[in-house]
């Protein structure tokens, strides 16, 4: 099965190409530039280099969250748009996998994705298996909530949280790294592709301006906000 994988839901843009689970291409950029205007670049330069045709791709395995709002809905709508467009298969992988599955660390693997003021999107892997659902929370109660594991890694966006694991966690450890999009191929070869038109990213949060909107009104509920809105 040959297999266009993609993430840009960080900073780091990732996109690779898979043939039967072998890795053929792969590109990872981790600069500050609008995914916007790099991802389809990046397909299209990936593609022709291993002398594929976009009629080729037989399934779009994407990062569907949580992570920036903005880099989440250019990589969902350009894999939306190609898998509709090319009648292929559709997959989504959480986007803390995509961090989790490139440490090889044993033990505990926390991803974690800066959401802002001392908050993280973050996720609890054993031997590439999710412990828990990816969360939005603070950064304490990350902490709090993996002080009893033998053995813990912290992988992902860890530099603004480093002091704080050093502080509470001395023994943890910690490898700031950047999302595999062959890893989320793999994954995402094993997975039931889903709906086209029903995908959507997985965000885990509401975004600052519906919060604000949400508490100067007090709204009681979603339906009611949807309703006053």
């Known amino acids: 099965m040959k297999i266009l994988a993609m993430d840009s839901s960080s900073q780091a843009l990732a996109v690779a190409l898979l043939d039967e689970g072998r890795l053929v291409a792969e590109l990872t950029l981790n600069i500050k530039?609008?995914?916007?205007?790099?991802?389809?670049?990046?397909?299209?330069?990936?593609?022709?280099?291993?002398?594929?045709k976009p009629a080729d791709l037989e399934r779009i395995v994407v990062a569907q969250?949580?992570?920036?709002?903005?880099?989440?809905?250019?990589?969902?709508?350009?894999?939306?748009?190609?898998?509709?467009?090319?009648?292929?298969?559709?997959?989504?992988?959480?986007?803390?996998?995509?961090?989790?599955?490139a440490c090889p660390a044993t033990g505990l693997v926390?991803?974690?994705?800066?959401?802002?003021?001392?908050?993280?999107?973050?996720?609890f892997y054993e031997k590439g298996q999710a412990q828990a659902p990816d969360a939005h929370m603070a950064f304490p109660e990350v902490l709090e909530k993996v002080a009893s594991a033998q053995k813990v890694t912290f992988v992902g966006e860890v530099a603004a949280f480093r002091s704080q694991i050093?502080?509470?966690?001395?023994?943890?450890?910690?490898?700031?790294?950047?999302?595999?999009?062959?890893?989320?191929?793999k994954l995402g070869q094993q997975l039931p592709a889903v709906p086209v038109h029903a995908f959507v990213p997985h965000y885990l949060k509401r975004v600052e301006a519906e919060e604000n909107?949400?508490?100067?009104?007090?709204?009681?509920?979603?339906?009611?906000?949807?309703k006053r809105v």
């Open 166 to 185: 050093e502080e509470a966690l001395p023994q943890a450890e910690i490898c700031e790294s950047l999302p595999s999009a062959f890893e989320i191929g």
């Open 110 to 123: 926390v991803p974690l994705m800066d959401a802002r003021r001392n908050h993280v999107y973050a996720g």
């Open 33 to 52: 530039k609008n995914h916007s205007t790099s991802l389809m670049p990046t397909v299209d330069f990936l593609v022709a280099s291993v002398g594929w």
């Open 213 to 226: 909107w949400l508490k100067q009104n007090e709204a009681g509920s979603e339906a009611d906000y949807i």
């Open 65 to 101: 969250g949580p992570g920036s709002y903005t880099g989440l809905r250019v990589a969902v709508a350009t894999a939306k748009t190609l898998a509709y467009a090319l009648k292929i298969d559709l997959v989504g992988v959480s986007s803390l996998y995509a961090l989790a599955a």
